[in-house]
Nanobody, 119 residues
Framework: QVQLVESGGGLVQAGGSLRLSCVASGSISSINDMAWYRQAPGNQRELVALITSGGSTNYVDSVKGRFTISRDNAKGTVHLQMHSLKPEDTAVYYC?????????????WGQGTQVTVSS
């Protein structure tokens, strides 16, 4: 069974740091783009950061300079290091990945992990 499993969310004070991790498991031929999205109550899900298989990265403007996305291709993991957290970063964070399974591409989502930043 192919799945993405996130970990690392929690409650932190403004200015603090958290590190999110996501691991892909199952019969996966390869992993292309990996990304983190977030969704706050009443808001649409938004792309926070993306990393290609080659290591190129993109960030939403609101997190540039504070968040860093990284991946370990050998382990099938992607991480999101978050510094200088703000209350507006509070959301459920979702891992997303483009997986190659039996010759076809599929986008998978993790179950989400809650990040709460108190002021």
């Amino acid at each position: 069974q192919v799945q993405l499993v996130e970990s690392g969310g929690g409650l932190v004070q403004a200015g603090g740091s958290l590190r999110l991790s996501c691991v892909a498991s199952g019969s996966i031929s390869s992993i292309n783009d990996m990304a983190w999205y977030r969704q706050a109550p009443g808001n649409q899900r938004e792309l926070v950061a993306l990393i290609t298989s080659g290591g190129s990265t993109n960030y939403v403007d609101s997190v540039k300079g504070r968040f860093t996305i990284s991946r370990d291709n050998a382990k099938g993991t992607v991480h999101l290091q978050m510094h200088s957290l703000k209350p507006e970063d509070t959301a459920v964070y979702y891992c997303n990945a483009d997986l190659l399974l039996s010759g076809r591409h599929y986008r998978y989502w993790g179950q989400g992990t809650q990040v709460t930043v108190s002021s």
